[in-house]
């Protein structure tokens, strides 16, 4: 089985930024895609962004432009590097990783607050 941590989240402002990191307990490289899911207030969870295997992004229109997905294989992390956040991106974000045959694998979630 695979462990997800997520990190990094916290308070934010209106059109401010922040960096979650999501460390995995072994190697990613083997993950078909990993990404980032969000689920707010009321809210159904949601796609936010996913990275492939081969370095592929999708990124979700609602936050298309602003975040931005990438992975560090040697140190087993992807991270969503969210820009110009609205308080419309108030959620907890959730870490996802998926193999061909196995998953998903689901973090704890880090709470993202964007509020002034």
């Known amino acids: 089985q695979v462990q997800l941590v997520e990190s990094g989240g916290g308070l934010v402002q209106p059109g401010g930024s922040l960096t979650l990191s999501c460390a995995a307990s072994?190697?990613?490289?083997?993950?078909?895609?990993m990404g980032w899911y969000r689920q707010g207030p009321g809210n159904q969870r949601a796609h936010v962004a996913s990275i492939t295997s081969g370095d592929s992004t999708i990124i979700a229109d609602t936050v298309k432009g602003r975040f931005t997905i990438s992975r560090d294989n040697a140190k087993n992390t992807i991270y969503l590097q969210m820009n110009m956040l609205k308080p419309d991106d108030t959620a907890v974000y959730y870490c996802?990783?998926?193999?061909?045959?196995?998953?998903?694998?689901w973090g704890q979630g880090t709470q993202v607050t964007v509020s002034s």
């Open positions: 996802n990783a998926k193999e061909t045959w196995r998953g998903p694998w």
């Open positions: 072994g190697s990613i490289s083997n993950f078909l895609s």
